[in-house]
């Protein structure tokens, strides 16, 4: 793999590798090794055209555990400004020793034109492309979901784990959502079943040919599918405003209908988990009760995310240089 861009990429050896390296790297993030030599001596670039905070911060993270240098562009107040275009911000920050770019862009195949054009010649990661894909974040839900299937508590997966059999359902702004596109793609490669859940004009053309089970009804989508886990996704109000349609249905009767209140909490499995990528409408599609219910796993995927950013970046930055990370290293 010489580039991170979309979950589809990702066979399901491919996706266990990764779940499992990070495995390892929580590890030892919970010893007192905080900081790995493997990326020592290499340059990460963090290439930001859109506003983040988890995944922004925890790709620096990351990138910082395994001793890289970090250099964090963000397109509000660079030359971008200036009118300056993708190509030349990119091939500028590789004249100054980029071995790795991490891109989030509000254009859907930014990454791609990246990885693909000839401009720079070092793996890129996709950390968000308009309303495309989010690969890290679908990774660090699987890595979350994995934990949770088979203990109560989220323990550490064993080695190999796959999600047969687990059945999730995504709820909300489908249309408009990279991270269920990234998730539909990884879960259904690692097994589960994935049932969507939207008002109908919150879906994209071309449902019909994904593969996931597509529902109207939440209560019955709760009732009837009984999920091992509910991933409620944020209503994107900045993108609907911009392509000329206004929010329908109207916010209250959203989360009358589609919304994580305490009723719908309680009627799930005792074991569900409660997911949501983040950054969260308190109130819109998950009320406060749910979000912070001890059965909320929020915080601890954005905990995950440095882990899984970690085993990506180890992955395509010292992928087979033994000498720079031996995986005893790693799992010492
Ligand atoms: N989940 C996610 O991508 O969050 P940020 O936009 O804060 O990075």
Redesign the pocket.
């Given at each position: 793999m010489r580039h991170l861009l979309s979950a589809a990429d990702l066979s399901l050896e491919a996706a266990v590798e990764i779940l499992d390296t990070a495995e390892a790297m929580a590890t030892t993030q919970q010893r007192t090794i905080k900081k790995l030599p493997t990326l020592r001596g290499r340059t990460v670039v963090n290439l930001f055209f859109?506003?983040?905070?988890?995944?922004?911060?925890?790709f620096e993270a990351a990138a910082k555990r395994l001793s890289a240098d970090v250099i964090n562009f963000s397109a509000k107040g660079s030359s971008v400004s200036k009118g300056e275009s993708l190509k030349d911000t990119a091939q500028t920050l590789q004249a100054m020793g980029a071995d790795g770019v991490v891109i989030?862009h509000p254009a859907s195949g930014a990454p791609y034109r990246l990885a693909h054009s000839g401009w720079i010649g070092v793996p890129v990661l996709n950390?968000?492309d308009g309303t495309h894909q989010?690969p890290t974040?679908a990774l660090l839900d699987a890595f979350t979901l994995r934990r949770h299937l088979h203990t109560a508590g989220g323990a550490p997966a064993p080695a190999g784990t796959d999600l047969a059999g687990a059945r999730v359902t995504i709820v909300g702004d489908v249309l408009h959502s990279r991270?269920a596109r990234s998730n539909v793609e990884l879960l259904t490669t690692l097994g589960a079943r994935v049932t969507l859940v939207a008002p109908p004009t919150l879906l994209p053309v071309g449902i019909d040919g994904w593969p996931a089970t597509v529902r109207y009804d939440l209560d019955a989508a709760i009732a009837e599918d009984t999920p091992d886990a509910i991933m409620m996704l944020?209503v994107q109000r900045e993108r609907m405003s911009s392509g000329g349609g206004g929010f329908f249905p109207s916010p209250l009767e959203y989360h009358r209908r589609f919304g994580l209140d305490g009723a719908r909490l309680r009627a799930l499995p005792d074991h569900a988990i409660v997911m949501h990528?983040?950054?969260m409408n308190r109130g819109l599609e998950i009320s406060a009760e749910a979000a912070d219910s001890p059965r909320s796993t929020i915080i601890e995927?954005?905990a995950n995310?440095v882990s899984v950013r970690m085993a990506v970046l180890y992955l395509l930055l010292a992928g087979g240089d033994a000498a720079a990370a031996p995986a005893a290293e790693i799992r010492a």
């Open positions: 859109e506003d983040s905070t988890r995944t922004r911060i925890s989030r950390a968000g989010h974040q991270v944020r990528p983040g950054p995927q954005v995310g």
